[in-house]
């Protein structure tokens, strides 16, 4: 079997994969979202000799329930809606790599880099969290390999832990808006028809007020005028964001796509341009080799992140169906829950759910699927930005989240010091004012 993936390997699939979800954004006969679904099994069946111990460990006992579900419910067209759904997140991956690729080649991440150097030692964590959060809602969790070797070798533990911490912090922020995170696509995936730019703009207010939160708990020794030269730092990296952003929300709203679709049209388009905008000749060339090197390569990295999404979306699509054959959402729809505790349900249910091992891209589905179908007077950009504020707290303190165990690798801290320390108290914080302000956001959005 190790020698059948070495010899015919996946990441060709993705790359079809990817083709066949751009087509589909502009022709979409059934036989293509037919067709997509085999391919995923296929590059699924392909992928198992390469997954991490920790991604088995992971998606096992989830397949073993969803093909339990599908045999009890009699629903095997559900785990083909299931694989169907998971070749559109194999464009969004392929998206993902690409964007990185392009971020690798553009000066914007090197001048980011090089402001570090000559902050005082009060105005790093600021520097820290702001630069986690901007860099971060792009790369993702690939900031924390931009921000980690900025910190001196002789530094000691207490402080290396601090800037692991607020890394987390900040960078944990950046899904409450950001369209390159997987949550914005997952979420968007379980509530479609809420425009790119309603969730952008009520994301970034929940994110700029957690960054407010963070800094008044963690750094109330360092003043406004220090935040706000750490702050001035990033302006060389704030158009290229707010660019891909406002494409991206623009697309969404003008051509009626998703986010996800939006985001998986936008970015190859804006990778050609900026390889366009290179004047000399030669210089293009070389960055156009370097962009498919790395998108090449990198897509092999993706196969774990892959099959985690996929069989936790065959699972919620067989779940759709168990739940509302056992009466799940009736029972929890007779408790009538005001919409101030439907909203703390959702964040609450996915940030317990990371603290026992359960990943979020599968309570984010448990909850939503509950939730939805009912008449809980909360509107549907309300709903979403609860999921993925729920999603962020799971990211930040998630036992078995991928930014947790990368923060603890590149910092050199242990996990459950991550885990268990003052970002714990910060998601206490700021999910108790995350129901207060969303279900004022709420109550305006009904009374308008």
């Not at 599968?362 to 709903?383: A, H, K, Q, W, Y």
């Amino acid at each position: 079997m190790m020698q059948f993936s070495r010899i015919f390997r996946s990441e060709p699939l993705l790359f079809v994969l990817w083709a066949n979800e751009l087509i589909r954004l502009i022709w979409s006969p059934p036989e293509l979202q037919a067709t997509s679904g085999w391919l995923m099994i296929v590059y699924v069946a392909m992928s198992l000799t390469r997954l991490r111990r920790g991604t088995f460990i992971l998606c096992v006992p989830l397949a073993t329930l969803a093909v339990a579900l599908a045999v009890s419910f009699d629903e095997w067209a559900g785990v083909m809606r299931g694989f169907q759904n998971g070749a559109v997140f194999m464009a969004f991956f392929g998206t993902i790599v690409l964007l990185r690729s392009v971020a690798d080649q553009r000066p914007e991440i090197s001048k980011a880099r090089s402001l570090f150097i000559g902050l005082r030692a009060e105005e790093t964590n600021g520097a820290f969290l702001i630069g986690a959060h901007l860099i971060g809602s792009v790369l993702v969790v690939g900031v924390l390999a931009v921000l980690a070797p900025i910190l001196k070798d002789d530094i000691d533990d207490a402080a290396r832990r601090r800037a692991a911490e607020v890394s987390q912090r900040g960078m944990c922020l950046a899904p409450l808006w950001s369209p390159f995170w997987v949550a914005a696509a997952f979420a968007a995936q379980q509530i479609p028809g809420v425009p790119a730019w309603e969730i952008m703009l009520l994301g970034l207010g929940m994110a700029a007020v957690g960054l407010v939160l963070a800094h008044v708990m963690y750094a109330r020794g360092v003043g406004l005028l220090d935040l706000w030269r750490a702050v001035r730092g990033f302006a060389p990296i704030v158009p290229s964001v707010a660019v891909c952003a406002l494409v991206i929300a623009g697309l969404s709203s003008v051509a009626g796509l998703s986010t996800l679709q939006a985001l998986i049209a936008t970015i190859p388009f804006l990778a050609l341009i900026t390889l366009l905008a290179t004047r000399c000749v030669h210089t293009r060339g070389a960055k156009a080799r370097a962009i498919a090197v790395d998108t090449w390569r990198d897509s092999s990295r993706v196969c774990d992140e892959i099959i985690v999404v996929t069989t936790a979306l065959i699972l919620g699509r067989v779940l759709e169906v168990a739940i509302q054959e056992i009466g799940i959402g009736d029972m929890v729809g007779a408790l009538a829950l005001p919409g101030w505790a439907v909203i703390a349900c959702v964040i609450g249910a996915i940030t317990l759910s990371s603290l026992v091992g359960i990943h979020q891209v599968v309570s984010i589905i448990v909850v939503l699927v509950v939730f939805m179908p009912l008449e809980t007077g909360i509107r549907d950009v309300v709903m979403m930005e609860a999921a993925l504020v729920g999603w962020s707290f799971a990211s930040m303190v998630g036992v078995t989240a991928v930014s947790t165990a990368t923060a603890s690798a590149m910092f050199g801290v242990p996990r459950v010091q991550l885990i268990f320390g003052p970002n714990l108290l910060f998601v206490l914080a700021f999910g108790a004012l995350s129901v207060v302000l969303l279900s004022l956001v709420n109550g305006l959005l009904f009374a308008t």
